[in-house]
């Protein structure tokens, strides 16, 4: 395909000639160009064209010297009709250059419906590192299964998963449309030589990728098995110089500002761990997995724009820990720089400290141990909160109680109204879900016209709209602070309990 200033020169076969005829109104209507139509036919045919016909229309329009933008790296091995094209553009005098870094530059900021689908792939990792990795880490390390056995069986359920999001991860997201970028790299520093998951001090890292209509996203975390005080400080260091790497990406700024922000979080808290950072923190991240004019070091004097991605992505490598065994850490994101900022689409992976350390309790005795469950994070099994139930009789007066998860309890089936007006209020056609954290609201899942799902919702509360997704940060239950929420499920966990009081009991136990 050759562009010129009111041409567009297409080489194809006559099977796909068909489906471009279509097009021509289009182009025409879009760009005021022509577009013209090439036909390829078979080598051993009397009228096989090699190009010729493309390069006859150089010839026809040339009054001046030509310049030839090119990609290198497109070029198919065995193209016979690009070869002689190249050829033939060298011997006629043509001018020709690389115009892979405009390219690139031209893409680097993604339209609104580009951004979508980075947010698809973005969550479909996300959830990817969340519902299959860290839970089959957990069974790995609290069952000491086998190191070997474990490490196959992940990266098959992986790659499963993200061909099958709908089946596998209730990702309401075509198979046809979602496919794998970055196959899952899982590695295991330890101390010894065995070959469970559950040895002291160990560190695991993974990094995996998948892309949703082409567009490719990637998330990668740590995992700290009862880590010594080294490992932890070198994560929080990493996690913080991440944390100013992102915060970094906002526009009008340098490219090169992350590297600048994360380099000196870590000159200035453990400069004896500079040494260890990569010399990258990241690069854009689009239709190619690695945008390499948007490297994330430090002499890259681009400017960010509102609508760029970004994966930020940062290792401290070879460092020693309390017993001078060898260890790396990892962490990755996501990203897109919005008018106000940089909004991490992988967010739904939590990588706080107390999400990604596994304590495993040892048993001396018999040599066994069992992981501790009783810390935060994924270890967190259950804290019952007791919420005073509002004008019950003396059957139901018992007080409700609200098992927090590692993953939000979901409340369907609610209405929402003030209680000084009766009634039964008006009823949510989302649902409602409690979390550590705070509170969310999600709308049931819904088709768009790409045959995929969102689950986006807008909920109105004391006349003050507000609009939140399913993969976004929890929101404060003040929110809806003076409104009633009634259940209309038949197992009775929720009935008509106020807001206020629901925020003052998880208050006890999150802070909120």
């Known amino acids: 395909m050759v562009f010129m200033k009111k041409h567009i020169h297409l080489l194809c076969s006559m099977r796909k000639s068909r489906l471009f005829e279509s097009l021509k109104k289009a182009v025409k209507y879009a760009v005021s160009a022509q577009l013209m139509i090439h036909v390829r036919k078979t080598e051993n045919s009397d009228n096989y064209d090699d190009g010729s016909g493309i390069m006859n229309a150089f010839h026809d329009n040339r009054s001046h010297p030509f310049v030839v933008g090119h990609i290198p790296k497109e070029a198919e091995e065995g193209d016979k009709v690009s070869e002689k094209l190249c050829e033939k553009l060298g011997i006629d005098g043509f001018q020709i250059v690389d115009i892979s870094a405009g390219l690139s530059d031209l893409f680097a900021v993604k339209e609104e419906d580009e951004l979508v689908c980075m947010k698809r792939a973005a969550y479909l990792s996300a959830k990817l590192m969340k519902n299959v990795v860290v839970a089959k880490l957990l069974k790995a390390i609290d069952h000491k299964e086998n190191k070997k056995d474990v490490h196959k069986i992940l990266i098959e359920e992986i790659e499963e998963a993200t061909l099958q999001p709908a089946l596998k991860l209730n990702v309401k997201l075509r198979s046809q449309n979602v496919d794998i970028c970055r196959h899952p790299d899982l590695k295991r520093y330890c101390s010894n ?108 004097d681009r400017m960010v724009k509102a609508g760029m991605a970004f994966n930020v992505s940062l290792a401290l490598r070879d460092l020693k820990g309390a017993d001078n065994s060898s260890f790396s850490l990892l962490l990755a994101d996501t990203v897109v720089v919005c008018a ?88 949510l056609l989302g649902a409602l879900e409690a979390h550590v954290n705070g509170f969310r609201y999600s709308y049931p899942w819904q088709e768009d016209e ?63």
């Open 450 to 512: 790409d045959g995929d799902y969102v689950d986006e919702a807008k909920v109105d509360a004391d006349d003050a709209s507000a609009e939140m997704r399913s993969s976004a940060e929890y929101v404060n239950v003040s929110l809806f602070q003076g409104y009633s929420l009634q259940g209309d499920d038949s197992d009775g966990r929720v009935d008509d309990i106020l807001f206020d009081n629901i925020e003052n009991a998880f208050s006890c136990v999150c802070g909120l």
């Open 193 to 300: 030589d065995e070959l469970t998951y559950s040895d002291s001090a160990s560190v695991i890292t993974c990094s995996l990728g998948s892309q949703y209509k082409g567009y490719c996203s990637n998330v990668a975390r740590s995992f700290l098995v009862s880590p010594d005080s080294s490992q932890i400080k070198a994560y929080e260091i990493l996690l913080k110089a991440q944390e100013a790497a992102i915060s970094a990406v906002r526009p009008g700024v340098r490219v090169g500002a992350a590297y600048v922000a994360a380099s000196s979080i870590i000159r200035s808290e453990a400069p004896e761990l500079v040494g260890q950072l990569t010399e990258s923190v990241g690069a854009g991240i689009g239709l190619e997995f690695h945008e390499s004019v948007l490297d994330l070091i430090g002499t890259n």
């Open 340 to 427: 106000e900022g940089a909004e991490v689409l992988t967010q739904p992976s939590p990588k706080a400290v107390g999400y990604v350390t596994y304590p495993f309790k040892h048993n001396h005795d018999n040599g066994e141990g069992r992981a501790k469950k009783n810390e935060r994070g994924p270890w967190i099994v259950s804290q019952k909160v007791e919420v005073p139930a509002l004008e019950k009789n003396e059957e139901t007066a018992a007080l409700e109680k609200l098992q927090l998860l590692d993953r939000p309890i979901r409340l369907p089936g609610l209405r929402i109204g003030q209680p000084v007006f009766g009634g039964r209020g008006r009823k």
